[in-house]
C-alpha cells in the first residue's frame, strides 16, 4: 500500500490518445506529460539543483546500479536519503540497474536467482537479485522506484526474448514482495523486445498486479525509431489509464510526440547533456554543433524564444569559444539550455492537449 501517490488525468486529446494529467508523489507534483532529467550518480551532470528548478524539472533520475557502487546506498542513507544527499527537494525516480548491468554483457551472468557482474570500477564480483535492487532502492529513499528486469538487446531471437520477458514478470512479483516502504511507488516495466504479442502479453499480466504505475523498458537499444512506435503504440493501451505511464530512455521530440500521442505520460533520456558535453545544443528539435566556424561571430542568441539562464545571457560566439576553450563553463550553460529545451517542448504539448489543440499544434512531429 503506497502513500502520498495519485495520479489525476485532467484533459484527453479528442484525435490521439493524448492526456494532460498530475502526478503526486510525497515530495511533489508533476504536471504531465514531463520530460524527466537523468542524474545518474545522483546529480544531473554539470548542472546544480537550482539551475534544475530553473529550467522547469519537477523530476528527476538515478541510478541503482551506479549509486551502489559509489558511494554506496549505505551512505546515502546516512544523509538522510537522496534528497537530502543530493539537495534536491523534489520528486525523485530510481532505475533498478537492470539496464546497466545487462549492458555489461561480456563481464555478467544471468540466472533466475539474479546477476552476477563484475564490477568494471574495482573488479569485484557482485551480485545483484531482485530482492536486492529493491533494499538497495529502499535505502536510497526516492519517490518512485522500479523493479528489477532484464532487459534483451536488439536484436535478440524470439526465444531470448520470451525467457528475457517471462523472467522480467517473476522477478517483478520477487521485487513486489522485497519492497518494504510505502512512501516509495513501485512501478513495473513492460518488456518483450520488437515483438508486438510479446509486449501485450507482458502489459495485460502487468496490469493485473495493480501497481503504483507502469514503465515500458527495453527500447532505445538500437532498433529503429518506427519500432519504437509501433512497440509504443501497442503496448500503451493495454496499460491501466488510472496509472502514470513511462517510457523509459526516450527524449527526441519526434518520438516524445508520437509516444505522448500514445498516452504516454513520462520521459526520461540522458541525451540533453551528454550532447552538451560534446558541444551540441537542441534547438527546437535540431541539434547544432556549436564548435563549427559559423558560431565564431554568431553574436546572437542561441535561441531568442528560450526563456533559459543560456539564452538570455550568451550568444553563440560566445558558447562557441568556451568550447573551444574546453571551458567547463560550455558543458553547464550547454546543459540548462538542452533540459530547459527538452522540458518546454513537453511543457507545450501539456498545454496543447488541455485546450485540446495538441494535433494542430504538434502534427509535424507526429508524422513518422
Not at 264 to 276: E, G, K, N, S, Y
Not at 339 to 365: A, C, K, N, P, Y
Amino acid at each position: 500500500m503506497t502513500v502520498g501517490f495519485s495520479f489525476e488525468c485532467q484533459a484527453h486529446c479528442s484525435q490521439t490518445a493524448a492526456r494532460a494529467g498530475v502526478f503526486v508523489t510525497p515530495h511533489g507534483a508533476i504536471a504531465t506529460p514531463r520530460f524527466m532529467p537523468v542524474g545518474t550518480l545522483a546529480n544531473v551532470k554539470t548542472v546544480t539543483p537550482e539551475q534544475l528548478q530553473a529550467a522547469g524539472a519537477q523530476m528527476v533520475l538515478a541510478n541503482t546500479y551506479h549509486l551502489h557502487l559509489q558511494p554506496g546506498e549505505d551512505i546515502v542513507a546516512k544523509a538522510g536519503g537522496l534528497h537530502q544527499f543530493m539537495g534536491w527537494k523534489q520528486p525523485i525516480l530510481t532505475d533498478s540497474g537492470g539496464f546497466q548491468v545487462f549492458s555489461l554483457s561480456e563481464i555478467r551472468s544471468i540466472a533466475e536467482e539474479g546477476v552476477t557482474f563484475r564490477s568494471p570500477r574495482d573488479g569485484q564480483m557482485i551480485h545483484l537479485s531482485p530482492e536486492r535492487s529493491i533494499q538497495i532502492q529502499n535505502a536510497l529513499g526516492a519517490d518512485v522506484i522500479m523493479a528489477f528486469d532484464e532487459c534483451p538487446p536488439y536484436p535478440a531471437t524470439r526465444e531470448a526474448v520470451v525467457e528475457a520477458t517471462n523472467r522480467t514478470f517473476r522477478w517483478l512479483k520477487r521485487c513486489m514482495a522485497a519492497h518494504e516502504r510505502s512512501d516509495q511507488a513501485l512501478f513495473g516495466i513492460v518488456q518483450g523486445g520488437v515483438y508486438p504479442e510479446l509486449r501485450q502479453k507482458a502489459a495485460q499480466e502487468l496490469a493485473t498486479l495493480d501497481l503504483p504505475g507502469y514503465a515500458i523498458g527495453g527500447v532505445s537499444v538500437g532498433e529503429p525509431p518506427e519500432l519504437i512506435e509501433m512497440i509504443v503504440r501497442a503496448t500503451t493501451p493495454l496499460l491501466p489509464t488510472d496509472k502514470p505511464r513511462y517510457l523509459m530512455g526516450v527524449g527526441t521530440y519526434r518520438e516524445m510526440a508520437q509516444s505522448i500521442a500514445a498516452g504516454i505520460d513520462l520521459f526520461d533520456c540522458v541525451i540533453p547533456t551528454r550532447l552538451a558535453r560534446h558541444g551540441s545544443a537542441l534547438v527546437q528539435g535540431d541539434r547544432w554543433n556549436l564548435k563549427n566556424a559559423r558560431y565564431r561571430e554568431d553574436f546572437t542568441p542561441l535561441d531568442s524564444d528560450c526563456p533559459c539562464y543560456t539564452c538570455q545571457t550568451f550568444t553563440r560566439a560566445y558558447l562557441s569559444h568556451l568550447l573551444r576553450s574546453q571551458e567547463l563553463l560550455a558543458y553547464t550553460l550547454l546543459s540548462i539550455h538542452n533540459i530547459t529545451e527538452l522540458i518546454r517542448f513537453t511543457q507545450r504539448i501539456r498545454e496543447s492537449i488541455l485546450s485540446d489543440r495538441f494535433v494542430e499544434e504538434f502534427g509535424e512531429w507526429l508524422k513518422q
